[in-house]
């Protein structure tokens, strides 16, 4: 069940037990680099400031990273003549964005801390800052990740699931994670930013009818029934550069972008969770919060696993 009341403090100490035995710590820099966290928060904050739209990208980056093989900096890695990345799998080619930001962030920590924080553990940070840059919850975000010295295009390709995907598959696919039914339903509220191309709300808002008609046409008028694949439209309409729970408020008017986003509530058994969220937005953030430390914990390569990569593109 979500977390409201005292029933939020329950799961979040199950979550932190968790967390302890992945080894992760809020205070792991606390010695080694002191000043960490308010270093990446104020680079987020001006790259924000420049690009509100790069909070929704370095958000994303965080979950493509965690659902291919855990939270180990693998879709940062760039392909070579000999090896094939994340970043070119389908769900990620020409989407993803924000690797300059990342790049920055390492840069100003490898000159104050050499070779001691993670690329994992900047992903996680990033996130975190995005999201509360940008009006939504703060969280602890408990690190000690170490970096994989390799990446899996096919896992990618097989672990993300579709802007197409039906409820029960996102659910097994989020489940297969670790994750619950209503982790599910809180981390979907992630798309109350951003931005999302035509190519994959198409065929929600010409074939589908769990759809308002005047929020659909609206949309038909930038995405043709062919071609202009690469056109965009916020996922969010009423706020889009605002982290709230509009987007719960869009799904329960039947205006949800992706056919994935409305069938969160489309007469099944978690419609009364989207209609909890649109009405408490605190509701929805605290289970956002608590899904994210619960996602961060996802598989993390920890002690003398993996390696602390001096340039967050490629392995030592």
Known sequence: MPSVG??????????????????????????????????????????LSQDPTLGAALLRLFFHDCFVNGCDASVLLDDTATFAGEKNAAPNMNSLRGFQVIDAIKSSVEAKCRQTVSCADILALAARDSVAALGGPYWAVYLGRRDSRTASQREAVANLPPPGASLSTMVSSFGAKGLAAWDTIALSGAHTIGQARCANFRQHIYNDTDVDPGFAGVRQLACPASGGDSITAP??????????????????????????????????????????????????????????????????LTG?????????????
């Open 6 to 47: 005292t029933a939020a403090v329950a799961l979040f100490l199950l979550v932190i037990a968790s967390t302890a035995g992945a080894q992760l710590s809020h205070k792991y820099y606390s010695t080694t680099c002191p000043g960490l966290q308010p270093l990446v928060r104020r680079i987020i904050d001006q790259a």
């Open 304 to 316: 003398s696993v993996g390696e602390i990569r001096t340039n967050c593109r490629r392995w030592n």
């Open 235 to 300: 996922l969010d309409v009423q706020t889009p550069m605002v982290f709230d729970n509009d987007y719960y408020r869009n799904l329960v008017a039947r205006k949800g972008l992706l056919h994935s986003d409305q069938q969160l509530f489309n007469g099944g058994q978690y419609d009364y969770l989207v209609s909890l969220y649109s009405t408490n937005q605190t509701a929805f953030f605290d289970d956002f919060a608590t899904a994210m430390v619960k996602m961060g914990d996802m598989s993390p």
